[in-house]
Structure formats: C-alpha cells, structure tokens
Nanobody, 119 residues
C-alpha cells in the first residue's frame, strides 16, 4: 500500500487553470500506475486520467482530453494533473489513486481535493 495526499484544489472561474498534486509515500513509487478520478455531487466517481510507472504512457477520459495533462516526477514521489480551460462541469472532488499496473484495479486512494469551477 502507498499513502497518497492530494493538494491544489480550489475555486476558479471557467476558462482558468489549476494544477493538482498528489504526494505518495514509500520507496517504490515508480512501480505504480497512478491515476486521477473525480466525483461530482450526486454522481458516481469517474476516471479522469492515468499514467504508467515511468510516465511513458498516459490515458484520458474523453471529457478531459486536450485540456488536462497528467504527469509524474518519480524523484519527488509526486503525480500531477494540470487542468486547463476548466468548465463548470469539471466541478468535483478529485482523487489520486495508485495501482500495481495500469489496467488493474487501483488499490490505494487519497482523501480527495475539491475543485469548483464557477461560470
């Protein structure tokens, strides 16, 4: 298991940007597939993006493709989510997650960080 702590959420206006960070504990961070998910009020949690252990491959939900970028710095045990051109429908609690490899279930989750986009 890896411990995850998200930060960087906040209140922004539509069209603005935010960068979320997720700091992970442990010495084997580069072994983990990392992902971002989000959950809006009254909705189920949905996948946003994921990145392989060495950062070579990324995958995005269609709703964020071209606007969000996931990246990682294995030297800092941190994964990022750069969110540009934010829309009100991006409003949600964003969660960081870790899994043994991309394509498997994510086994560790952070506590979430709130992102609110006003119109």
């Amino acid at each position: 298991q890896v411990q995850l702590v998200e930060s960087g959420g906040g209140l922004v206006q539509a069209g603005e940007s935010l960068r979320l960070s997720c700091a992970a504990s442990g010495r084997t961070f580069s072994n983990y597939c990392m992902g971002w998910f989000r959950q809006a009020p009254g909705k189920e949690r949905e996948f946003v993006a994921r990145i392989t252990g060495r950062g070579r491959t990324t995958h995005y939900a269609d709703s964020v493709k071209g606007r969000f970028t996931i990246s990682r710095d294995n030297a800092k045990n941190t994964v990022y989510l750069q969110m540009n051109s934010l829309k009100p429908e991006d409003t949600a609690v964003y969660y960081c997650a870790a899994g043994p490899y991309c394509g498997s279930a994510f086994s560790s989750w952070g506590q979430g960080t709130q992102v609110t986009v006003s119109s």
